[in-house]
């Protein structure tokens, strides 16, 4: 081998060496790419075909007896349950499915927290938000709230929904958003 072969090969080597570590490392606020773009896990499985339906059967343990979901053609659920603790089981476990990012990234802004996952752009606004004190607000929301077995009760029962579709997410699955921030629900 010639000596002018020997240094492509190891530029080359270098080459991907760099471009494989690169892009499995977070830069600043941008997330790994090499992720990112896989086409097992990144971006690509967020794609939604024409034929894309809403979710058919749902798993949630602690429902206590069958419930249906009826989409209509603007994929609206209504949902029929025999007891109201399923029906909010059902309606939490919908809202992960359809607007889980929301619901994280609000939770995020009122807690004056999204410096966490956003990076220290955001600091400022983390503090302001803690200087009006909403998150104290609502936690004494949240106690008045236990206080009332009614309304203590739907929370739970929404909560459990929320994370029975959680806790059924795998990383491919993940919406869009955690991917491009390399973050997990």
């Known amino acids: 081998m010639r ?7 190891l530029g080359l080597g270098a080459a991907i060496l ?4 690169g892009l499995g490392r977070r830069w600043g606020n941008i997330p790994p790419l090499g992720r990112f773009f896989s086409p097992y896990e ?13 979710p058919k059967y749902i798993h949630i343990s602690s429902l206590q007896d069958s419930v249906i979901v009826i989409w209509d053609k603007r994929w609206v659920p ?13 309606q939490g476990y919908l809202q992960g499915y359809l607007r889980l990012w929301q619901m994280e990234i609000q939770s995020y802004f009122i807690a ?13 606004h983390d503090r302001a938000m803690r200087r009006l004190g909403v998150l104290h607000a609502t936690e004494k929301a949240s106690a008045i709230a236990q206080n009332d077995s009614l309304i ?15 806790d059924q997410l795998k ?9 491009l921030l390399n973050f997990s629900p």
Not at 3 to 9: G, K, M, P, T, Y
Not at 18 to 21: A, H, I, P, R
Not at 43 to 52: G, I, L, T, V, Y
Not at 112 to 122: E, Y
């Open 42 to 54: 990144g971006f690509w499985r967020n794609a939604e075909s024409p034929s894309h339906t809403p």
């Open 3 to 9: 000596v002018e072969n020997i240094i492509r090969l």
């Open 171 to 179: 990383p491919p699955d993940y919406p869009l958003e955690y991917k």
């Open 112 to 124: 004056g927290q999204l410096s966490r996952i956003l990076g220290k752009d955001f600091i400022e």
């Open 152 to 166: 203590w009760s739907i929370l739970n029962a929404f909560s459990e929904g929320v994370n029975a579709y959680i």
């Open 78 to 90: 209504h949902i029929y349950a025999r007891t109201e603790a399923d029906l909010y089981r059902v």
């Open 18 to 21: 760099t471009v494989e570590v």
